[in-house]
């Protein structure tokens, strides 16, 4: 149907679903909180969480990239060769995700994100994004671990192997009731191919060379909270200093 409609009636249907979003989305007093950390932070842990608690969607980027590589489609297979040699996935494909993502109405509430933005350029855009629909980013949340500890957690981290669940774990900070059995929806676990030991370190050297930049970029933006964790705290813990913080700033 949409081919029939021709290159000017899918324009005016863009335009008309911009507007409708913005209409529709503001009703809604849509809230975004951004969540920042290295590889093994616990980003997703604590994104999954504060969906529960806020009612406010959670955005995995990492989720939706390895979704579109298990789909075979276009973006999946160029962020698979990317990654293969040890890149990053390229903002086009970053952003074309993003948007359509954004579009659903799940997200009519705002978004927690995590796993964007990867890069200085990524950052800019990801406010450009979302100026463009009218809204900003409320709250940015840095999880602050060191390295000696994350090098520590990623060989230690399991993923539900379902992959609409994807719950994540960690053998020993955040382990499951049942050994290699999921809490939520009872399949196996299993070890992302990327948290391998012999990969984690690059990924850590590619989170570090973009970290500085990002968080100078963040540096003067008004709601930035800072949560220091180390591999003592208790996801408990960490979550609810986590919590306190964003709801005292925002
Ligand atoms: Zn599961």
């Known amino acids: 149907m949409l081919a029939r409609l021709g290159t000017l009636g899918r324009y005016i249907l863009e335009v008309w679903f911009f507007l409708a979003r913005i ?17 093994g932070s616990g980003k997703s842990t604590m994104a999954s969480r504060l969906e529960a608690r806020l009612g406010i969607k959670h955005l995995p980027m990492g989720d939706l990239f390895r979704r579109e590589i298990r789909n075979n489609t276009a973006i999946g297979r160029a962020t698979k ?44 855009k990801l406010e450009l994004l979302l100026l463009f629909w009218g809204h900003k ?79 100078a970029f963040y540096a003067h933006a008004r709601n930035v909270v800072r949560v220091t964790m180390d591999n003592d705290t208790s996801v408990d813990d960490a979550f609810l200093n986590l919590l306190y913080a964003i709801e005292q700033a925002g």
């Not at 040699?85 to 997200?107: I, N, P």
Request: glycine fraction near 6%.
């Open 81 to 124: 060769a990317n990654v293969a040699s040890g890149k990053l996935a390229s903002d086009w494909h970053t952003f074309r995700l993003l948007y359509r993502e954004m579009r659903k109405r799940e997200y009519c509430n705002g978004a927690i994100i995590e796993g964007v933005p990867r890069t200085l350029i990524q950052a800019k």
């Open 23 to 39: 209409l529709y989305f503001r009703w809604y007093n849509a809230r975004y909180i951004l969540i920042i950390g290295g590889p």
């Open 137 to 215: 980013i409320d709250t940015i949340a840095i999880l602050e671990v060191s390295e000696a500890d994350l090098l520590e957690r990623l060989p230690n981290r399991r993923i539900c192997s379902n992959k609409d669940c994807g719950r994540t774990y960690h053998l020993k900070l955040n382990p499951s009731k049942v050994a290699g059995i999921c809490d939520k929806c009872g399949s196996a676990l299993e070890q992302r191919p990327d948290d391998r030991p012999e990969i984690v370190s690059d990924r850590l050297a590619i989170f570090n060379a973009n970290a500085a930049e990002i968080q």
